[in-house]
């Protein structure tokens, strides 16, 4: 009988292990997805084109503030585009949900900066996309909606 107890014990504890380990592994991607976000600001902030490529898949949609929808080539240019001239990115909060290979971003993320000559400071909630391709990362689409002066204060 004792045995028996002991048994069960081991591949209670062993269960625990893998779901433990399945915890870990996923608060793993998390991370990662987070820093990966976290590198896109930098990359704004830079006005590092080569460095958005990287993180963005080349089917990637962006669904922007204003309604438009642009590819990532598209994209890409507009961050080039020597008019726009951010001086800010930064995400104030942020919730990763992970569904296997692919995980959901939803936050909010304020940028300031110039463009066209016109200062602006933008709020914007977004939700972001990214799905594990050949081992990596990419965001597949973007989408963000401009936060009023009421909804920011809520």
Same mark, same amino acid.
Request: with cysteine; glycine share 8%; hydrophobic share 45%.
């Given at each position: ?5 002991? /048994? ?33 600001? +930098? ?10 490529? @990287?993180?963005?898949?080349?089917? @990637? ?36 949900? #992970? ?22 400071? +933008? ?20 989408? /963000?909606?401009? #936060? ?7």
């Amino acid at each position: 009988m004792r045995i028996k107890f002991l /048994s069960i014990g081991v591949l209670l504890l062993a269960g625990t292990g893998l779901v433990v380990r399945g915890q870990n592994a996923e608060t793993d991607e998390v991370g990662r997805i987070q820093a990966l976000e976290l590198a896109w600001n +930098h990359a704004l902030e830079a006005k590092d084109a080569k460095a958005l490529d @990287m993180l963005l898949a080349n089917t @990637m949609i962006s669904v922007d503030i204003d309604g438009s929808i642009v590819n990532k080539g598209e994209f890409l240019a507009s961050i080039k585009a020597p008019d726009y001239q951010p001086s800010q990115a930064v995400t104030e909060q942020s919730s990763v949900q #992970m569904y296997g290979d692919a995980a959901v971003v939803a936050g909010i993320f304020r940028v300031k900066g110039t463009d066209k000559g016109k200062a602006y400071v +933008h709020r914007e909630r977004f939700v972001d996309t990214w799905i594990k391709i050949n081992g990596t990362w990419q965001c597949v689409a973007t989408t /963000s909606a401009l #936060m009023t002066a009421k909804q920011a204060a809520d």
